[in-house]
């Protein structure tokens, strides 16, 4: 252990020695899971936010969970998830009652740890969460507001809106609007960020005040415009962290989506003007960086990292925007990371906080921002430095699949069901299923490798394939499964079959006997040289989950690190010129691949990759089907050439 944090304090001396930011990448672990295993070592049980010796329901913790869920998407790793679920089971009460939360209080900051309650309902479907999530909606039904309609940042702070305030509710507001089906919501979201950019834009700079007070009756006030008298630069980070996580969930076809997405480039445009040229990295008061006493600040560039990254990635900003990025995430890593004698990074030059009014009175003033303490590891630097350490770590892969078209089949495969809400939606292997039985966590894969993901709900035609790279077809119904299945016919093959002739790339995903179609989804596959064989194995009885593996040998060509695999109910394959297997088990082939013409088919025997096999919440730890899903995904975006 001694060697390995001396090979790495060595190459973090040269990179300050050399200015060589690449050194800093050179490790084995990526950065978002360095600082989120940090934090559960210095937090092991319970999040404790600041000097405080108890918890309570705070935006930090909320902040800090959904920098989390962000790593467990990303990793598959189980032990985030239970962090995730054990800290809010100790506050979830089962009638849905929140230890420390006060409603009536009115503190706009309580609505962020809302995002992670709707994240456990999903996963968990227990209903303490979704009662819990509707308490917190339920402040905001009841909330004060301004005149204009915008919501007060709390009951003690009368008539005004902050920055900050847009993050701590207008994320958790859009997802409950969708989660449960309220789209008349999205106007009042909306009318939030453009409340802000009325009041708060200086026309000058374009940069955004802290705050403004309606009523323009604080001290602070500018008694003409009501706003707050400085620039203070995490405030601006809240905001455009809001937008990006808004638009994550804001419906496209709303006449107001495309205002949010130019907020956040009026904003970033404004904000790369005052990079700090030398360090990448952005001031405590953004305007001022030449003044006595200001200084670079964590925080603040962690988010505007993260914001603009995302928007890059997402394509609400301009790609050239990336070269912004990468100078400030350098600059993160170069001014801000320490790593300690055990190998943990630390984030330093986080001011601890920035507010307008209160008792004692904080005048927004040059001075009163520069007088707040500067704390190491707070999280209101490091949830946002792992969220823009995902950011750059997906922007490192997105070559991969750039340009590329992946269509999953939702034809042959069709199938519906009654959702928690009642509501009647489609799943079973499809992108948008984020329950057991989806291809949501896949469908995540392959939009960070940098592909384009979409379905095809009719028939394949030479038109509808003719912008496909990847095609995949899983399990298609049978009678039991579809009143009026789409049964794969004659011309369906040999509309797939030219095409893959053509330099198409095809999966196909069977399943066990009794839920697939195999008849018809044979005379496919078996053009290429695949069967596959009505030979059900793997029948795993209840959590025997050796009953289920497949271990890959050391020389496969996809399989590098993902060699110990869990297969479960699964029919086998036989192959025959052009098809050729590349994983056996027992003598029985489980995946294989056909060479035809320009193009490939890998099939498989099962829809392996399916949400409760690689979210790490199921299976034990021996098994790697994520690194599995990764290493095939990367395999089959190469093939396309």
């Known amino acids: 252990m001694k060697k390995h944090i001396l090979i790495f304090i060595f190459f973090f001396v040269l990179f300050g020695a050399i200015s060589k930011p690449n050194a800093l990448f050179a490790q084995e672990k990526a950065w978002s899971v360095r600082m989120a295993d940090a934090f559960m070592t210095w937090h092991k049980d319970s999040i404790l936010i600041g000097e405080r010796k108890t918890t309570r329901w705070d935006y930090e913790q909320g902040l800090m969970l959904e920098a989390l869920k962000r790593v467990w998407i990303r990793t598959g790793e189980r032990k985030y998830y239970s962090y995730i679920i054990n800290d809010l089971d100790l506050f979830v009460r089962e009638d849905g009652t929140i230890r420390t939360y006060e409603l009536d209080n009115f503190n706009i900051d309580n609505i962020t740890t809302g995002r992670a309650l709707l994240f456990a309902y999903q996963e968990t479907g227990k209903e303490k969460y979704k009662k819990a999530a509707y308490l917190i909606r339920k402040q905001l039904a009841e909330h004060p507001r301004t005149k204009e309609n915008g919501f007060w940042h709390k009951k003690i702070y009368p008539n005004q809106m ?44 374009g940069l955004l005040y802290h705050g403004y007070d309606e009523s323009k009756q604080q001290k602070w006030a500018n008694p003409q415009t009501g706003t707050s008298p400085n620039f203070w630069g995490r405030a601006m980070g809240w905001y455009a962290m809001a937008l990006v996580d808004v638009l994550d969930n804001f419906p496209q076809n709303h006449p107001k989506y495309k205002n949010l997405i130019q907020y956040l480039n009026r904003l970033i445009s404004a904000l790369v003007r005052y990079q700090d040229k030398e360090s990448g990295c952005w001031y405590q008061i953004t305007d001022k960086g030449g003044e006595k006493g200001n200084y670079l600040e964590a925080s603040a560039t962690c988010m505007y ?4 990254a995302k928007g890059v990635r997402m394509g609400y900003l301009p790609a050239n925007m990336s070269q912004v990025v990468k100078k400030g995430y350098e600059g993160i890593l170069k001014n801000f990371i320490e790593i300690d004698e055990n190998g943990f990074p630390h984030l330093n030059k986080t001011v601890s906080v920035g507010g307008l009014g209160g008792n004692p009175y904080r005048d927004g003033s040059y001075e009163y921002y520069l007088s707040e303490p500067i704390r190491k ?29 992946v269509v999953l089949d939702y034809f042959f495969n069709n199938e519906y069901r009654k959702n928690k809400e009642g509501k009647t939606e489609r799943y079973h292997y499809v992108w948008e299923d984020k329950t057991n039985s989806g291809f949501w966590h896949w469908g995540e894969i392959f939009r960070n490798y940098g592909a384009e993901v979409s379905s095809l709900s009719v028939a394949p035609t030479a038109a509808n394939l003719k912008k496909t790279d990847i095609y995949i077809i899983v399990d298609p119904d049978t009678k039991k499964e579809t009143e009026k299945p789409n049964f794969i016919e004659s011309h369906h093959i040999k509309t797939i079959g030219t095409w893959v002739q053509g330099g198409g790339i095809l999966v196909v995903m069977a399943n066990d006997t009794g839920n697939v179609e195999l ?5 496919l596959v078996e053009v290429f040289g695949l069967r596959f064989i009505e030979k059900n194995r793997n029948m795993v009885k209840n959590n025997q989950f050796e009953q289920g593996k497949i271990e890959v040998t050391e020389s496969n060509p996809i399989f590098k690190t993902g060699k110990t695999l869990y297969l479960k109910e699964i029919v086998t394959l036989e192959v025959r010129e052009p098809a050729y297997a590349v994983v056996k088990d027992n003598g029985d082939i489980i995946m294989a691949v056909s060479d035809y013409g320009k193009g490939k088919v890998f099939a498989v025997v099962d829809p392996w990759l399916y949400n409760e096999y690689v979210n790490g919440k199921k299976l034990p730890a021996e098994y790697k089907n994520f690194e599995a899903m990764k290493e095939l995904t990367v395999w089959l975006l190469q093939q396309k050439k």
């Open 519 to 523: 008849r018809n989804f044979n005379r």
């Open 305 to 308: 990292v993260y914001a603009i």
């Open 377 to 405: 590891d707070d999280l209101k630097g490091i949830g946002p430095f792992i969220k823009a350490s995902i950011e750059m770590e997906i922007a490192e892969e997105q070559v991969v699949g750039k340009g590329k078209k």
């Open 162 to 205: 902050w920055l900050d305030g847009l993050y701590m509710a207008q994320p958790f507001y859009t997802e409950f609007s969708v989660t449960f089906d309220e789209p008349q919501n999205f106007d009042d979201i909306a009318k939030q960020f453009e409340l802000i950019e009325s009041h708060l834009i200086d026309k000058k700079t």
